[in-house]
């Protein structure tokens, strides 16, 4: 019979394997699913892709299990695990808080979105971010703050949320995991963008949300199925994929960038440094209270746009790049996105070179105006 076949046909048999619902079809790294139904019509599991996979759940657990929550939920980028928890939560006539120093698109999608559909929106700075929260039934916090790296004190933050009944969100994209745990200090909700440390290939977009609260969760994945807001199969197994050796990458990544703003506090073409690592910055305080490592971001300010560009002109190892958290370390000089900062402010994402080559490469690029 298989012989009487067409070409199609027989093509597609070939790569078929027994349907059992809810496993991937193949049993191969590929997290494809045909979505086979099951007889039981109320089984409900991996019926249709914007609802359930099981290479989500396998990730869901991993994200989870890292944050200390009990659950977690993927999407297709971090903008999207924000603003379906935003949607969620602040509902009209309420007030909600988000960063004024933090990621601009959450502002954007603030001001420009939700004050629109009848919530009052306000923006504090990491150091105006406690007295807001008075204020406030859902508040977002970003911290470190990208790119100032200012610090948010998160137990103080989750102490005045609890006592005003309002919802702490904390946007854990810079610390990562590996370095915060803001559910252990009172937040409800993490947020953060898998894009970056995480996945740390530079090659996919992902976000997710964690919490222990199941009803919140649920509101927040039913937010997901209708919006449509997912994370594609294949990038959800890149994400798996990567996560093995994150610790290894973010451990050098956060070695390196300590280094790095080492050397720049001392450089006199540097005009300013911010790190929370350094023991003279304004954050460190805070940051060693509540992060078991500093991450692998370094903020500094150079003379003007033309300082900033000639960085990466004259260094072998840096490159251009407005994401972070890859295995190259990258240079994003902010102004140019619309942040409130100097022309020649720049953000450095360190990558997992060898410290010592990565430091003497950004240290000629700096001093040597002939190269």
């Not at 619902?21 to 590929?30: I, K, L, N, R």
């Not at 610790?247 to 703003?261: I, K, S, T, W």
């Amino acid at each position: 019979m298989v012989d009487s076949y067409g070409s199609s046909t027989r093509t597609v048999k070939a790569v078929s394997s027994q349907a059992v619902p809810g496993q991937p079809v193949m049993a191969t790294p590929v997290p494809v699913s045909a979505y086979h139904l099951s007889g039981d019509e109320d089984a409900g599991l991996d019926t249709y892709g914007r609802s359930s996979n099981p290479t989500w759940r396998q990730l869901e657990s991993a994200l989870a299990q890292l944050e200390g929550a009990t659950d977690a939920l993927v999407f297709g980028s971090g903008m999207a695990a924000i603003s379906a928890v935003l949607r969620t939560l602040a509902k009209p006539g309420s007030v909600l808080v988000v960063p004024a120093d933090g990621y601009y698109q959450v502002r954007a999608y603030a001001t420009e979105y939700l004050a629109s559909q009848g919530i009052t929106v306000r923006l504090a700075s990491c150091h105006e971010m406690l007295e807001q929260a008075e204020h406030a039934d859902v508040v977002l916090a970003e911290t470190p703050a990208n790119p100032s790296l200012d610090v948010v004190d998160l137990h103080k933050l989750g102490m005045v949320c609890r006592r005003r009944g309002a919802r702490l969100v904390v946007d854990n994209t810079t610390a990562t995991p590996l370095a915060q745990q803001p559910l252990s200090f009172g937040a409800d909700l993490v947020v953060a963008s898998a894009t970056k440390a995480l996945s740390g290939h530079s090659d996919l977009l992902s976000g997710y949300v964690a919490g222990s609260q199941p009803d919140v969760m649920a509101a927040i994945a039913r937010e997901r199925l209708l919006s449509g807001a997912v994370l594609g199969a294949f990038d959800t197994w890149l994400v798996l994929r990567s996560l093995g050796s994150a610790g290894l990458r973010f451990e050098r990544q956060c070695v390196n960038a300590q280094a790095v703003a080492t050397m720049l506090a001392s450089h006199p073409t540097v005009r300013s440094v911010r790190y929370p690592g350094l023991p003279s910055d304004p954050s460190h305080p805070v940051a060693s209270t509540q992060m078991t490592r500093f991450g692998g971001l370094v903020s500094a300010e150079l003379d003007d746009t033309a300082a900033a560009h000639r960085l990466v002109e004259r260094s072998e190892l840096l490159v251009a790049a407005t994401s972070f958290g890859g295995i190259h370390t990258s240079v994003d000089r902010r102004a140019r996105w619309g942040d409130d900062v100097k022309d020649g402010f720049v953000r450095i994402s360190a990558g997992i070179e060898d410290t010592d080559d990565l430091v003497a490469d950004i240290e000629r690029a700096l001093s040597d105006p002939g190269r």
